[in-house]
């Protein structure tokens, strides 16, 4: 376990959170920010990348974990992201569907900034979220961020407009 919280506790992602993980990541509702729901395949990729993460940062996303079931509900945790010139540290969090509109993804993302901050010695944390994804972004401000700055990534053949939320570690 890396963290917990009154409701989750976030642990590293394993291949045996592969057909949890594929309730999420092809799921074409939870995945419109991503223009549409994973393959296998492209599901394998994700998981391998942040099992990479963690062997080079120490940190990644995380399974997000039920306490009162230990199921896995999502992942929530801290990734190296580039934006426009730089590479910037970032809470990133996705949840099944099942559990939007609860506080888990605020639960989840506030225990990571504090990871950010207090662990890592972080100056700054941000969110980086697309135009379109107004509850991502709720979650954002509910984590004391504010938007930062615009820029437009292209992934799949798309232009995606996408916001930086900011906090500084004197802020929080």
Known sequence: ???????????????????????????????????????????????????????????????VILKENDKLIG????????????????IGYLLNRAYWHKGFATEAAEACKKYAFDILQAEEVCSIIRDTNIPSQNVALRNGMTRADTWTKHYRGVDMPHYRYVIRSAEK
């Open 75 to 90: 992942q929530c945790g801290l990734t190296m992201q580039p934006w426009k010139e730089t590479e910037v540290l970032e």
């Open 1 to 63: 376990m890396i963290l917990e919280t009154e409701r989750l506790y976030l642990r590293e992602l394993k291949e045996d959170d592969f057909d949890s993980l594929c309730e999420i990541l092809q799921d074409e509702e939870t995945m419109y920010a991503y223009e549409g729901a994973f393959s296998d395949s492209e599901a394998w990729e994700w998981l391998d990348r942040q099992i990479s993460r963690y062997q080079k940062w120490n940190f990644g996303l995380w399974a």
